[in-house]
């Protein structure tokens, strides 16, 4: 059908042809389309509405915020916004876990976020290279795209995406060989023509490229390393972070300490572009104005980020919520990979997959689930892995009826499947 959106805009559009609605209401864990229809959301905002839609507690700081004439945009310029925000999140994020973390706003987004982190590494050790992982991804802009697993993606830069190199992540190496071993041994050998790296960068779950999580014990031999031979570890917590594996950082569980965390996503709290870039006081090392951008100092997403970190980190009864969340989506996604031959469990808390043996079920499953209410995305280079990503603050009953959904879902896709091996069998022995 031919409207405005085929007509008028470009080619690149991707989330509104898996999803065809136009949505013109949202609340918690619902949205709503223009005809009617009624979605529950395992989606939220691919990790930017952790808190879901229009949480009240967010929203309302939010529109007397824009009626009390404030300041809406100062690029960096100091408000009361942003004093309100960096007190608050220094207060209820930053001390409890004795973090002593700088905090950079670079531009509004995740791939604004790795840019200054990429730049920063190479700017405090003076060496260019950067390690990262198999299937990762860090954004769309050229650094982000260089450290960038995804073919498809890299071959829009256009140009040689150079100075970085890939390591195999966590499980990536069926052999069950030591991930790092040849890291170790080139690191130390002076003959072996590897030039030490600036940073390795990396994701403690791997939101696009499959869902991986890595282990803790990984993480801190990741860590460990980087200590030895003084390269800078950084964390892109953009999907990750702000309370999607359970904890405010991905890493917290590890109980390793980065030199520069990214995040932006759902620091907001609203679905409102914010991002950060965190590092050690020593790595401190920009001059005034070395990397800016025009749209830094986004009061409403401070507003509506204060509000958030307020409402649910200011005490442990939101994580202990979240907790009893996560335990039940386990069991429900138990019963659902007990329902296909070879299906296993990718993820961790609530940015959970589900990989199929057969590589196509992923998205059929999820076109399926949206014919029948439920927004749910696929992850990974071949969309093989089932990204069931709900609002951290989901009711068990929203929860429930988006997991019915989904293993109706499941169920129709899969007999379908079998119904057509044995028509094709029968047309073979006719
Ligand atoms: C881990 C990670 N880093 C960076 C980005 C890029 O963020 P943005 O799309 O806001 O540029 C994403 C986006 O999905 C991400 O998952």
């Keep these: 059908m031919s409207d405005v959106f085929t007509e008028v805009e470009s080619a690149v559009r991707s989330y509104s042809r898996s999803w065809p609605a136009t949505f013109v209401r949202a609340s918690g864990a619902k949205q709503w389309a223009e005809d009617g229809t009624e979605y529950i959301d395992f989606f939220s905002g691919a990790g930017a509405l952790n808190y879901g839609h229009n949480d009240p507690a967010v929203i309302e700081p939010l529109i007397a915020y824009l009626q009390s004439g404030a300041v809406l945009h100062s690029l960096d310029m100091q408000t009361p916004a942003k004093r309100e925000f960096l007190e608050t999140f220094s207060e209820l994020i930053l001390k409890p876990r004795s973090l002593d973390y700088k905090v950079m706003f670079p531009g509004p987004t995740g791939t604004n976020t790795v840019e200054a982190a990429l730049k920063l590494a190479r700017k405090a050790t003076g060496r260019q290279h950067i390690l990262s992982f198999t299937n990762a991804f860090h954004g769309m802009t050229l650094g982000s795209l260089s450290v960038t697993g995804n073919a498809m993606k890299r071959r829009g830069a256009g140009i040689p995406l150079t100075h970085t190199s890939r390591l195999p992540y966590d499980g990536y190496l069926a052999s069950g060989q030591s991930d790092f071993e040849w890291l170790e041994n080139v690191l130390e050998d002076s003959g072996s023509g590897v030039d030490k790296p600036a940073a390795i960068i990396v994701e403690t779950v791997q ?143 609530l940015l959970a997959g589900v990989k199929f043996a057969d590589p196509n079920l992923a998205q059929a499953v999820a076109a399926e689930s949206f014919r029948n209410g439920l927004l749910v995305e696929t992850s990974g280079s071949e969309d093989e892995v089932l990204k069931i990503m709900p609002p951290l603050t989901i009711s068990t009953q929203d929860l429930d009826a988006g997991c019915d959904i989904l293993a109706a879902a499941v169920r129709e896709v899969t007999s379908s499947a079998t119904d057509d091996q044995a028509g094709e069998h029968s047309l073979v022995d006719a």
């Design 207 to 349: 939101g696009e490229g499959g869902l991986r999580a890595a282990s803790a014990e990984w993480l801190r031999t990741l860590e460990s390393l980087c200590r030895r031979h003084e390269i800078l570890l950084i964390v892109d917590d953009v999907q990750a972070g702000c309370g999607r594996t359970g904890s405010f950082f991905s890493f917290e569980e590890a109980g390793i300490t980065p030199d520069i965390v990214c995040l932006s996503k759902s620091i907001s709290g609203s679905g409102l572009p914010l991002a950060l870039t965190l590092f050690r006081p020593e790595l401190d090392l920009w001059e005034p104005g070395e990397h800016n951008g025009t749209f830094r100092g986004n009061n409403p997403a401070f507003v509506t980020g204060t509000a958030a970190l307020k409402a649910y980190w200011a005490d442990p009864t939101f994580q202990n919520f979240m907790g009893g969340t996560i335990a039940h989506l386990q069991r429900r996604l138990d019963e659902i990979i007990g329902m296909v031959d070879g299906a296993s469990q990718r993820g961790r808390g």
